[in-house]
């Protein structure tokens, strides 16, 4: 059965991660950090359909006054 150590090509990689001439690592890559403020500059729409004041108590007529015999 054929290994995948014995191949030539993976040799090679081997042998060029044990040592002899690395590159620098690179620098990370320029990402402008993100600030999340409390405040925010923008007023956010309004609703779709924005609530209405509630209805009031219903109007009815004062009561009678009861009867006490």
Do not use: E, W, Y
């Not at 402008?32 to 359909?49: E, L, R, S």
């Not at 209805?55 to 007529?61: A, N």
Request: charge should be positive.
């Amino acid at each position: 059965m054929h290994c995948i150590q014995d191949h030539p090509a993976h040799a090679q990689a081997v042998r060029a991660d044990r040592g002899g001439h690395k590159n620098p690592p690179s620098a990370p890559p320029a990402i402008p950090p993100i600030i999340i403020t409390p405040f925010n500059k923008q007023i956010p729409n309004p609703a779709i359909d924005p609530r209405s004041n509630p209805p009031g108590p219903p109007i009815v007529p004062p009561r009678r006054p009861d009867l006490r015999m």
